[in-house]
C-alpha cells in the first residue's frame, strides 16, 4: 500500500461545477497537510496548508481534513477554465519530516 | 514574498556535456530542495540542503552533483548524464514556523538529454 493515495484522475467538469479532491494516507505521523496546483510545465504552487482536523476555506477553495480517518480533501466551488490543473496532495510529520506527494489529480474544466 | 528562482529555463545537453542548473531564494530560508518530477508523476525528492549542509541525498546517481555555495543559492552540476535523466528539475524552498516547515516551489528547469 502506497503511503499516500490520490484519486487518479483525469477530471473533466464543466464550468461552475463543485470539484472535489481527495487523499488517504496510511502514516499517523503525518500532521500537516498541504494541497499544491501544478499547471502543465511550471512548479506546484502551494495552495492550502491545514494543520488540525476541520475545514479551511480561502475563497472558492475549501480544504478539509479528518485526521480519524486519514482522509483529506480539497473542494473548488464555482470552478473555472483557469482551475485546469494538476492538484498534488503533499503531508508531512512535524519539522517538514518524511514530506511527501500524493501522485496527483489532474483537473479539466471545460468552457 | 515567497519567490525561488531557477534558470535556465529550459536546457538541451548531450550525454558528454557538463552543465549546471541553478537556484536562488532571499527568504531567508533555512532549507533548500531539489526535485525531478518525470511526465504525470508527482516530484520526487533529490536533495535537502539544511544550513548550507547535505542533509539527505536520495541514493540519487554521481552524475548529479549538488552544492551550496551560499544560504540562497543552490546549484546542481550535472555530467555525462543520460537520455532518461530528462525532467522537469524542480529547487524548492522552506520556512519553518514553530513544528510546520512549509516548501515553496520555483518553476522548474526543464531538461532533455539526447
Known amino acids: 500500500q502506497k503511503e499516500v493515495e490520490q484519486d487518479p484522475g483525469p477530471l473533466s467538469v464543466p464550468e461552475g461545477a463543485i470539484v472535489s479532491l481527495n487523499c488517504t494516507y496510511s502514516?499517523?505521523?503525518?500532521?500537516?497537510f498541504m494541497w499544491y496546483r501544478q499547471y502543465s510545465r511550471k512548479g506546484p504552487e502551494l495552495l492550502m496548508y491545514?494543520?488540525?482536523?476541520g475545514n479551511k476555506e480561502d475563497g472558492r477553495f475549501t480544504a478539509q481534513v479528518d485526521k480519524s480517518s486519514k482522509y483529506i480533501s480539497l473542494f473548488i466551488r464555482d470552478s473555472q477554465p483557469s482551475d485546469s490543473a494538476t492538484y498534488l496532495c503533499a503531508m508531512s510529520g512535524n519539522y517538514g519530516q518524511n514530506f511527501v506527494f500524493g501522485p496527483g489529480t489532474r483537473l479539466s474544466v471545460l468552457p | 514574498d515567497t519567490e525561488v528562482t531557477q534558470t535556465p529555463k529550459h536546457l538541451v545537453m548531450g550525454m558528454t556535456n557538463k552543465k549546471s542548473l541553478k537556484c536562488e531564494q532571499h527568504m531567508g530560508h533555512r532549507a533548500m530542495y531539489w526535485y525531478k518530477q518525470k511526465a504525470k508523476k508527482p516530484p520526487e525528492l533529490m536533495f535537502v540542503?539544511?544550513?548550507?549542509?547535505?542533509?539527505i541525498n536520495e541514493s540519487v546517481p554521481s552524475r548529479f552533483s549538488p552544492e551550496c555555495p551560499n544560504s540562497s543559492l543552490l546549484n546542481l552540476h550535472l555530467h555525462a548524464l543520460q537520455p532518461e535523466d530528462s525532467a522537469l528539475y524542480l529547487c524548492?524552498?522552506?520556512?519553518?514556523?514553530?513544528?510546520?516547515?512549509?516548501?515553496?516551489f520555483g518553476p522548474g528547469t526543464r531538461l532533455l538529454v539526447l
Open positions: 524548492a524552498s522552506s520556512r519553518r514556523q514553530g513544528a510546520r516547515e512549509t516548501q515553496y
Open positions: 491545514t494543520y488540525s482536523s
Open positions: 540542503y539544511s544550513y548550507e549542509k547535505l542533509s
Open positions: 502514516n499517523s505521523a503525518f500532521q500537516y
